[in-house]
């Protein structure tokens, strides 16, 4: 019975340090711009023909669009391109995807989410596609 207590103190612990952890990231919005360019972008510009840039939506919209994780018309969801699965599977011809392959999901989530706050259209510098 100690022991137990002991572990789900243990495991209290653990959880509250992940949190606050995760909640301590800030985003780098220079690799999260990386990101959004060659893997986003390269995409769109090549199957979609046309760029989705940020300077298309305002940070209401981007947080609005990426808060409900539907891609493509609700096809699928924007958390399965920043997958550490997707990267590998596109890193032996993706330079950024190679170049992040061991990066936490989370991390370059937040790091796209910061650049495209920073690149919206009413954001402190809208960004283009290039
Ligand atoms: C493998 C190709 C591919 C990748 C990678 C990709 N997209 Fe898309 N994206 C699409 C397609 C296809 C559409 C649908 C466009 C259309 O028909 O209007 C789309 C549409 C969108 C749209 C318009 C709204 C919607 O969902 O229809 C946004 C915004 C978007 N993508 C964001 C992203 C972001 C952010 C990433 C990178 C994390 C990303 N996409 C990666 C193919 C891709």
Not at 93 to 99: E, R, S
């Amino acid at each position: 019975m100690k022991r137990n207590l002991r572990l789900k103190v243990l495991a209290l612990i653990l959880a509250a340090g992940a949190t606050s952890a995760a909640q301590a990231y800030d985003g780098d919005w220079k690799r999260g711009r990386i990101y959004f360019r060659h893997v986003c972008t390269a995409c769109h510009s090549a199957e979609v023909k046309k760029a989705i840039p940020p300077n298309e939506r305002t940070k209401a919209e981007w947080a609005a669009y990426l808060q409900a994780d539907k891609h493509n018309k609700g096809k699928d969801s924007v958390t399965k391109y920043f997958s550490k699965q997707y990267r590998d599977s596109i890193k032996s011809k993706n330079a950024a995807a190679a170049k992040f392959a061991d990066v936490p999901e989370n991390e370059l989530l937040q790091d796209v989410k910061v650049f495209v706050n920073k690149g919206a259209k009413d954001g402190d510098a809208p960004a283009g596609c290039s």
